[in-house]
């Protein structure tokens, strides 16, 4: 499964980038406006520390506005993905954007017929918000199953990035599921390595080697 970061922060991406394993990197309005600097210059940024699909997310909501930008942001970068949400406009752009080799995360995706036309529109990332299907009492893993059967029902090439991620546990269900991307938050990444007896072991083997000398 390739890991991506779910961040604009970029001191938490050069932190991370170093480690070797983080596969690409997703961003999105809230997370770009949260810096405070403009989304060129970050998305440059990002684009030089990670070698990956790095996602930017357009602000226009209709056909043509989407297309301008997209068209502009795959300007920026070979390894830019333009984020798209999931709308009629975002998968009519979709497809052009597809058809002119330009690779398209369509996001904001919350069920299956979504997922499935995101497929058909040609995306190469398609981004189903887990966390936010939690917060209202549904189950965002049970539509990453289902995606996953539903994509490989028809072989389609589209790659299912688990986004909104929002604990360890949603990583491991990514995992389990098949998708092929979970796209962590830097807080939920750096869990991910930890447990309690790993910790307790290596003290306990560190004090006997200790002993003995
Ligand atoms: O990549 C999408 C992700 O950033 C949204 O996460 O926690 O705002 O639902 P969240």
Redesign the pocket.
Known sequence: MHIFL??ANLEEIRKHATSGLIDGV???P??IAKQGADLKSVIQEITSLVDGPI?AEVLATDYDGMLKEGLEYAKWHENICVKLPCTDDGLRACKTLADQDIKVNM??VFSINQALLCAKAGAFLV?P?V??LD?IGQSGMDLIADIVQVYDNYGFDTMI?V????HPEHVKMAALYGADIA?I?TKVFEKLSKHPLTDIGLEKFLADAKKKQ
């Open positions: 779910d961040t997703t961003t999105n809230s997370l996602s996001t904001l981004s918000f966390g936010r917060d990035l986004a909104s991620i929002r796209t938050p």
